[in-house]
């Protein structure tokens, strides 16, 4: 297995370099149109009259889109809920909505032609937050129960309740029994806010019809599940459909499940020609959203540390249509406990609509928004209990093989382990400084006040494990992967190729991923909740075996060696005494000219029941970071000085890739704890949606110090023993900064710990 | 986001342009690097429907040493080029640096000083800076030339004091005294910075002979602080007497609504900052 | 009412008309089809349309094509074949530098042009010098550490 375990260069790498790898935004169709969007200024509201006569006849207008374009069809779509028009129908429910599409000549014609569309419309209440969505006589969002969408995986939704379209709830062991039973009670309430994920591309789509078929290029993460709701929607056949994924500019969950793709088929239809929507920042800004959150918790505890009970409550705003909100609520539901034993715990989670911009998926979604309450609130008990933060976790912690939810997969990985390694990296000890209680002169004092944090998390991973894999090796040996897996940014072209020539012992460099065309490539469920190496990664290793096995087969007969006695070498096949048939002469044998293609298939499946959420995960990603922080009690302003991470793998197929991931996600976990924050007008516009006005790390946002750990012990389910990794950091980093802000004096129940909140606090506490 | 049509002018003189913009009116502004303009107008924050390009005037752009030690900056002259300039540095290092935290590096080697001060974005390091420093503004119109202190430039949001058809020609810099310490801080929480602070101090013998103190970016436009209780201060007193100078400038400055942060906040750095500015620049003039 | 612009792009001569409202990103990939170029922010912060004119680094989403006029203007395209394009590839494939791609060229041209101005840093100076260009994907660590070799001392 010589290329898996290196840090092979990237497939991509100097593709990119050069400026010639393609996104969609950079292709160019004959005769192709360009969209813009009107969308509605208005956050809820009836559209009484549309009135695009004018605007038709603008410089370069070529067709414009509205709701009576598709009456022809069953407009909606959403793979959770079935709750999203195409376009908007009759009624818009957050500022921001597209309620009109123009497609023109030139990408200027089609703005400039957008301001003369005339929308009328007759306002109603609006429910722009959590509050007002939740209250007594809240209006509406939908007024109908959506549909049930074709693919979350969480079974029989139950019904909703007013606003509230998803619940998730569960309860263990006799709660108010360990509460009353508790020495240490710890309570609170906290706010989590919406962030934009922001990848640098921005969604864009082109659509172009072909005599009843449709293609679709598209900045999709997931394009099988896009063709499953665009073939939905328009009523064709899913061979009709066809998606095309370039090179993604980052995803991250941004561009995951359906975005653009609807509305962007819609105009075309209607324009007769190709056209593509690309969108800007401010619109990418209300296309898709991390939830914001509100969520009360309680941690009961004995007196020796053990944790007895806790109980939970969030509310996660969706926004105006669901997206993946169902989805993020049940994970959310599930990282309330932590990964720790309870003798009683009761979660309750809850999806709410409100007139904003929709909220989906964002990396490690679940798990971010909740693992810094519950670990705070456990050092919380720490503290008060005098003992060490570290080692009340080492008696708590779950260990590999316990449960971690009834039905559902134990623990896969060694928790203690690795936060033991992450903690040790920011100079973790036994001195005063990290055991409480704290001596005097270690109590942080003086303008610049430091502490040190960790925290210890779970990611359900690996969303449904269905996956098919081809292998086809030419008679040169060349080989050609083909795999669903869309390449982000995070290696997936890489790591692929890297799992099949480990697998044939190829050389690297002979060995190629191609991009993603649902025509041609075998299906894959998504690109996300880190399941590519272990889901898809496990279809390529078991399709690069079976050419193996034909390679072994034809060097059998070739070298009239039985198989067992055969060994792999690099590109050919050898018997114990040094006799060697290269891959190409084996292919070129076995058809006995000089052509053919050896094909091998790879499937992944559930292994047993259905794959659902409650039956998985696929494997527990590990959450583990530490943190050294230091905070300026005049101003509030925080600087992270270290960090470490763990990246718990099972086996790394290219160690540096997987720290690679374990930084971005660092920075993006700095910039979601410390200044990220998506600001809404009463009437649910978002205020700051451009980079002028939305801070995203740069370099000076970079701590001093990042270390990354990768931990391999063999424990994954996927290829060689591996397990995905690239979310937990964004995870486990918050919440260890929360707990080094708390230890350094200034506990915090909200996100982000912008200087004025972090300020406000240390004035509360009386403490500068 | 794109431009909305406009015509372009390129006077090759200052009179040229001066007439050109005077006849245009209000349909026409000056327009030099655009890191500014353009922005606004790609936002849809303004739009005009001519932009007379200053970039080929002759005699707007470049750092001289003019008499009596006066350091002279044409209003052409891109951020980049007045933090690297030579003279610069050795007269006004602390503009130097103030000038390399301008927004970035694209924004430095395309924007100009002059642009910067004309738009008037009340958040904005230049303006304050050159408050603080008791720099002048020279305007032109129709040959006539007059200057004006910078203290007196910027009238109102996003307004300066030039006449319709007057250009910002250049901005000069006084000679500076000895024992001039200088200090500029600021502090941002989103790209453009939320609150700036500048102090300047004289000494002379062991006390404090003249004082600034400038706090920009919170209010519509800079503040110029009351630091006269800092005069006549000692090594002995300094600290208490610019706690109380900042404290007062804390109180006096009106912060606009900001997104990111509240006016008692904003109000509440200005102390720190202030007091960080005004030792900073005292311990560098007693050295 | 167009304008008249002469400009070296890339090393090659250019003659044209562009409007005078044309930005200069949408010029080099639409007209030009110079596709290497990226839009993202749009507002001058993130640094993915970063081109060099006359050997500066400019915004091209904010930047006129009418101002291209009687100057250089260089973009990946051109910088690809350079021996500071080959060693900045090495360094960054050495470091894995790259994942998603869209913010490379915008780092490799501003990289280019500190480089070009004398830039002899280290770490945290490079780190302040690249402060405007954004990235989403690496967390930077990989490209500083790339760029401390390409721009550091080199001793």
Redesign the interface.
């Known amino acids: 297995m010589n290329a898996v375990g290196q840090s092979v260069e990237r497939a991509d790498g100097r593709l990119k370099l050069a400026g010639q790898a393609e996104y969609t935004g950079d292709i160019r169709l004959p005769g192709m149109l360009y969209g813009a969007i009107l969308h509605s200024q208005v956050g809820h509201a009836r559209i009484t009259s549309i009135s695009t006569a004018a605007a038709e006849k603008a410089e370069g207008v070529v067709a414009i889109l509205t709701a009576e374009d598709l009456s022809d069809l069953d407009p909606y779509y959403g793979h959770a809920l079935r709750d999203r028009p195409i376009v908007a129908l009759g009624k818009v429910r957050f500022t921001g909505e597209p309620v009109a599409v123009v497609a023109a000549e030139s990408?200027?014609a089609a703005?400039a032609a957008v301001a003369y569309i005339d929308v009328e419309y007759e306002e109603l209440p609006v429910a722009a937050c959590l509050d007002q969505a939740l209250a007594e006589d809240a209006p509406l969002v939908h007024e109908q129960v959506a549909r049930p969408g074709a693919s979350h995986g969480l079974g029989d939704l139950p019904d909703a309740e007013g606003n509230i379209c998803y619940s998730y709830s569960f309860r263990r062991g006799d709660v108010d029994g360990a509460f009353a039973d508790a020495a240490v009670v710890v309570e609170g309430e906290y706010a989590f806010p919406a962030v934009y994920q922001y990848s640098m591309e921005t969604h864009t789509t082109i659509a172009h019809w072909r005599g009843g078929e449709l293609t679709l290029w598209s900045s999709c993460q997931h394009p099988f599940l896009v063709r499953q709701e665009i073939a939905g929607l328009f009523g064709l056949p899913l061979d009709l459909v066809q998606v095309i994924v370039p090179f993604l500019g980052g995803g991250f969950g941004s561009k995951s499940y359906t975005k653009m793709e609807p509305l962007t088929a819609a105009i075309a239809r209607k324009a007769g020609r190709p056209v593509r929507i690309l969108n800007?920042v401010n619109e990418s800004m209300i296309t898709t959203r991390r939830h914001n959150m509100k969520c009360r918790m309680r941690t009961a505890a004995a007196a020796d540390g053990t944790l007895l009970g806790r109980s939970a409550e969030a509310w996660m705003d969706t926004g105006a249509y669901a997206d993946n909100g169902p989805r993020v609520t049940a994970t959310a539901g599930d990282a309330a406990p932590g990964p720790y034993r309870w003798r009683a715990v009761e979660s309750a989670a809850h999806c709410v609509y409100t007139n904003t911009s929709p909220s989906g998926s964002y990396r490690a979604f679940g798990a971010t928004h909740l693992q810094w309450i519950g670990e705070s609130q456990l050092d919380e008990v720490a503290r008060r209990l005098s003992m060490d933060r570290l080692e009340i976790r080492r008696r708590n912690l779950l260990r590999p093989g316990e449960e971690v939810r009834p039905g559902g997969k134990p623990l896969d990985a060694d928790l203690i382990g690795d936060v033991e390694k992450a903690a040790a990296e920011v100079g973790w000890s036994d001195s005063s400084a990290d055991v409480y209680p704290r001596a005097p002169e270690a109590v942080p004092r003086g303008r610049y006040r430091r502490g040190r944090g960790v925290s210890v998390g779970l990611l359900a991973a690996g969303a449904q494990p269905v996956s098919m894999a081809t292998v086809r090796m030419g008679p040169d040996g060349s080989v050609t992967v083909l795999v669903g897996t869309t390449e982000l940014g995070q290696g997936a072209r890489t790591v692929m190729a890297q799992i099949a020539a480990g697998v044939l012992n190829s050389p690297v460099s002979k060995v190629v991923m191609r991009g993603t065309d649902t025509r041609y490539t075998p299906y894959d469920r998504s690109t996300g909740a880190s399941r590519s190496t272990t889901v898809a990664g496990l279809a390529v290793q078991r399709a690069a075996q079976s050419v193996l096995d034909a390679l072994l087969e034809t060097a059998t007969v070739k070298l009239e060696t039985p198989p067992g006695l055969l060994r792999t070498a690099e590109g050919r096949i050898e018997d114990q005494g040094g006799r060697s048939i290269t891959h190409g002469e084996l292919v070129r044998a076995r058809f006995g000219f000089d052509g053919g293609e050896l094909i091998g298939h790879g499937r992944v499946q559930p292994e047993g029941g259905s794959g659902s959420y409650a039956e998985g995960p696929v494997f527990w990603e590990v959450c583990v970071a530490a943190v050294e922080a230091e905070v300026d009690v005049?101003?509030g302003?925080i600087t992270v000085l270290r960090t470490s991470t763990v990246a718990d793998v099972g086996k790394a197929i290219n160690p540096q890739l997987v720290a690679r991931q374990d930084e971005g996600a660092l920075l993006q976990g700095i910039g979601n704890a410390l200044?990220e924050e998506m600001?809404f007008a009463p009437d649910g516009m978002v205020?700051?949606d451009?980079?002028?006005?939305?801070?995203i790390p740069a370099f000076e946002d970079m701590p001093a110090s990042m270390t990354c750990t990768i931990v391999e012990n063999g424990d994954g389910p996927g290829p060689f023993g591996a397990k995905g990794c690239g979310e937990g950091a964004l995870a486990a980093v918050p919440a260890a900064i929360v707990n080094a802000l708390a230890d350094a004096g200034v506990p915090m129940n909200a996100l982000p710990l912008?200087?004025?909140r972090v300020?406000?606090r240390i004035q509360e506490l009386k403490i500068s | 986001?794109?431009?909305?049509?406009?015509?372009?002018h390129r006077p090759g003189s200052v009179e040229e342009a001066s007439r050109l913009l005077t006849d245009l009116g209000d349909d026409a502004t000056a327009y030099c690097g655009?890191?500014e303009l353009?922005?606004a107008m790609?936002?849809g924050l303004t739009t005009y429907e001519h932009?007379v390009?200053l970039?080929r005037v002759d005699g707007l752009r470049g750092v001289a040493d003019g008499s009596g030690g006066l350091l002279r900056i044409g209003a052409a002259t891109t951020h980049?080029e007045v933090e690297t300039s030579a003279a610069v540095r050795a007269r006004y290092p602390e503009m130097s640096m103030m000038i390399s935290h301008v927004?970035?590096?694209?924004?430095r080697?395309?924007g100009t000083l002059g642009g910067n001060l004309c738009f008037a974005d009340p958040h904005s390091d230049p303006a304050s800076f050159l408050m603080a420093v008791g720099a002048t503004l020279e305007c032109q119109r129709d040959g006539e030339v007059r200057r004006i202190p910078a203290a007196g430039f910027l009238t109102g949001l996003y307004e300066t004091a030039l006449a319709p058809g007057e250009l910002l020609t250049a901005v000069e810099l006084p000679a500076r005294p000895d024992r001039t310490g200088l200090s500029h801080r600021r502090?941002k929480?989103?790209?453009?910075p939320a609150v700036t602070v500048t102090a300047q101090i004289t000494v002379r013998g062991n006390a404090v002979a003249e004082a600034r103190l400038i706090v920009g970016s919170v209010g519509i436009m800079p503040l110029a602080a009351d630091a006269t209780a800092l005069l006549g201060a000692t090594a002995a007193d300094f600290g208490p007497r610019s706690a109380s100078c900042a404290g007062q400038a804390a109180a006096d400055c009106a912060p606009l609504p900001d997104?990111?942060?509240?006016p008692d906040?904003l109000r509440?750095?200005v102390t720190?900052y202030a007091r960080e500015a005004l030792e900073e620049a005292f311990a560098a003039a007693a050295a | 009412?167009t304008?008249r612009v002469q400009a070296t792009i890339n090393g090659g001569h250019f003659e044209g008309e562009v409007?005078?409202?044309?930005?200069l990103l949408?010029f080099l990939r639409d007209r030009l089809g110079l596709t290497g170029t990226k839009q993202s922010c749009?507002?001058?912060?993130c640094?993915a349309c970063?081109v060099l004119?006359d050997g500066?680094?400019?915004?091209s989403c904010?930047?006129?094509a009418?101002?291209i006029d009687s100057r250089e203007v260089e973009t990946i395209e051109g910088l690809v074949g350079s021996d500071f394009h080959r060693r900045a590839v090495e360094a960054f494939m050495r470091h894995a530098a790259v994942q998603c791609g869209f913010c490379t060229p915008g780092m490799l041209l501003?990289a280019k042009?500190?480089a070009d101005r004398g830039l002899d840093a280290n770490r945290g100076e490079i780190a302040v010098?690249?402060?405007?260009?954004l990235c989403r994907c690496t967390g930077y660590h990989s490209i500083l550490d790339s760029l401390t070799e390409l721009l550091g001392d080199p001793a």
């Open positions: 990408q200027a703005d800007s005049e101003t302003v200044f600001h205020l700051n451009t980079l002028l006005d939305y801070r912008t200087p004025e300020w406000r | 986001m794109k431009l909305p049509p406009f015509r372009l655009g890191t353009l922005l790609k936002l932009l390009d970039k980049h927004a970035n590096v694209r924004v080697s395309v502090m929480l989103t790209e453009r997104g990111e942060a509240s906040y509440h750095l720190v | 009412m304008e409007a005078p409202q044309e930005l949408d749009e507002v001058q912060v640094g970063t004119v500066n680094p400019v915004s904010c930047f006129l009418a101002d501003t042009a500190l010098a690249m402060n405007g260009n």
